[in-house]
């Protein structure tokens, strides 16, 4: 199964409170119902055996494809309207592709 995996840190003035309010109130039902996502999952990352985390947030999105994803989540207005949302509530994103291996 193909994944797509997103690191990111809060934007200044986002408190953590705040953005797990709006991930479970509409980000995480809004991925879930997206046309090729198969099931959205978000992690709060409070550990790293190396110090500090490099990243407070790690989502996983489970998509039918990536290139699938791309052509039908993506150009939805549902998901253009959240990106204009949540874009601006991050910093420091990393967006990563790829397929499942075990």
Known sequence: ????????????GITHEAFKEY???????????????????????????????????????HVTSVEEFNQKAGPTPEYQGFLKKFVPMVKDMLMLSGDEIY
């Open 23 to 61: 991930v479970t109130s509409e980000k995480g039902p809004l991925i879930d119902k997206l046309p090729s996502v198969k099931k959205y999952e978000l992690v709060k990352i409070s550990a790293s055996p190396q110090g500090e985390p490099p990243y407070q947030y790690c989502g996983i999105v």
């Open 1 to 12: 199964m193909a994944k797509r995996v997103i690191l990111y840190n809060l934007a200044p």
